[in-house]
């Protein structure tokens, strides 16, 4: 089934707006969500997030920064698609 064409401008509005705070760079020119599932009757998005898998060299403290930036960008998102879809439930997944 085609997403609707309203609904596929929110979802290309919203992340054209929400902002990855290090680079300030749209979640979208980032490429950070891979898609958005869309569950009209459950009232459910679902949102499938596109992060590198992190490296075995990383440090701890970056892991930690990078933990921190995945939490904000999520709660951004989340904030960002509960606005134009209130009462919906917002989902991540990778």
Known sequence: MDLPMDVRAKFDDILDAVIEPQSELSVAELGLVKKITYYEADTTLVVYMNY?????????ACSVATDMMKST???????ALLEAFPGWTVRFDQ
């Not at 590198?52 to 701890?60: E, I, L, N, R, Y």
């Not at 960008?73 to 904030?79: G, V």
Request: aromatic letters at 0%; proline letters at 12%; a negative charge.
């Open 52 to 60: 590198a898998k992190p490296s075995v060299a990383d440090c701890p």
């Open 73 to 79: 960008i999520e709660r951004d998102l989340s904030a």
